[in-house]
């Protein structure tokens, strides 16, 4: 597991591990033109239940960390873990930044093709995380 803490977007052989916390590290930061260049067009962020919240595109992914930047969630700690060639899980605890109506922990498996993220996919736990990404 990783924590980042500073990270520099090069898109030139990086591992979907690098790429994602080069990710994080620019929503960090603000800088949403360079996560926007990360996201594939098509890029879809499903929720643990399907659902109206569900991003079906890079537009929707957009809004949804421009508000989650602005609730103050880009500062909390996240980890890292490799979830096969194409994949990585980021953990997440979200009620250490929104309190005790958000999850403890929430866990996303993030899919790459051509070092751009094409599929994010949230779980209740890194446990189910790692399972669903045959990690176990």
Known sequence: MFLCHRCTL????NTPNEVA???????RR???ET??????PNVEWRWFEPGDWD???RE?????????????????DMTFRS???????????????????WPDETATVMTF???RVVSMQDYRTEADALAAAGQT
């Open 35 to 40: 996560i926007e260049r990360m996201l594939d």
């Open 55 to 57: 991003c079906r595109n």
């Open 83 to 101: 979830a096969g060639e194409d994949a990585v899980i980021v953990v997440a605890h979200p009620s250490e930044i929104g309190g005790p109506d």
């Open 30 to 32: 603000g800088d949403f």
């Open 21 to 27: 916390r080069e990710g994080m590290e620019a929503w």
């Open 60 to 76: 929707d992914v957009m809004q949804v960390l421009r508000q989650r930047f602005e609730q103050g969630f880009a500062k909390g």
């Open 113 to 115: 093709r051509d070092e």
């Open 10 to 13: 090069n898109f030139v052989s």
